[in-house]
């Protein structure tokens, strides 16, 4: 078996958002996908970009990406990186593919001098919870993600 982990380029557009479907359908959020092929085209890979995205291979077939920002700790005065998506196919779980796209993000957290790697969980996704738990991840129960987004976002900027 041979796994590589490349860089995502503009032509794995459609890639990435059949892996994101598939993502949302396993987190019951498929309803909830509205971009498109040429939204990751136009945000993902613009020259401007502040986000980057990777792809893994088994045996030169696409087996998961993973795509990543760079963030900001005030508490410690360093960027850092936040992963927004790890997501392997079903049929290649077990081989290492997560793990190894999570290592490579933390080798470049490391390699940039970020101080911190981070990212979420859905709270009833235990198969996640127990992986992250065994590679020394460490949850922060005490902290509640907020969101605002499309017409409560547009509303409250208008305000």
């Not at 078996?1 to 557009?13: C, G, P, T, W």
């Not at 969101?147 to 305000?159: H, N, P, Q």
Request: charge should be negative.
């Amino acid at each position: 078996m041979k796994l590589v982990i490349r860089r995502a380029e503009r032509s794995d557009a459609a890639l990435i958002l059949a892996m994101i479907a598939e993502l949302a359908e396993y987190e019951k959020a498929l309803h909830e996908v509205i971009a498109t092929q040429q939204d990751i085209e136009q945000t993902l890979f613009a020259d401007d970009s502040k986000s980057e995205g990777l792809i893994c291979e088994i045996d030169g077939v696409p087996a998961g990406y993973a795509v990543f920002f760079t963030s900001y700790s005030t508490w410690l005065g360093k960027n850092g990186i936040y992963l927004e998506d790890l997501y392997v196919s079903p049929c290649f779980r077990g081989q290492k593919a997560g793990k190894q796209l999570l290592r490579h993000i933390a080798k470049l957290a490391v390699e940039r001098g970020c101080g911190r790697l981070e990212w979420s969980v859905l709270d009833w996704n235990q198969p996640a919870i127990d992986f992250y738990k065994s590679i020394g991840a460490a949850p922060q129960d005490e902290w509640v993600r907020y969101r605002m987004e499309g017409a409560v976002l547009t509303d409250f900027a208008a305000s």
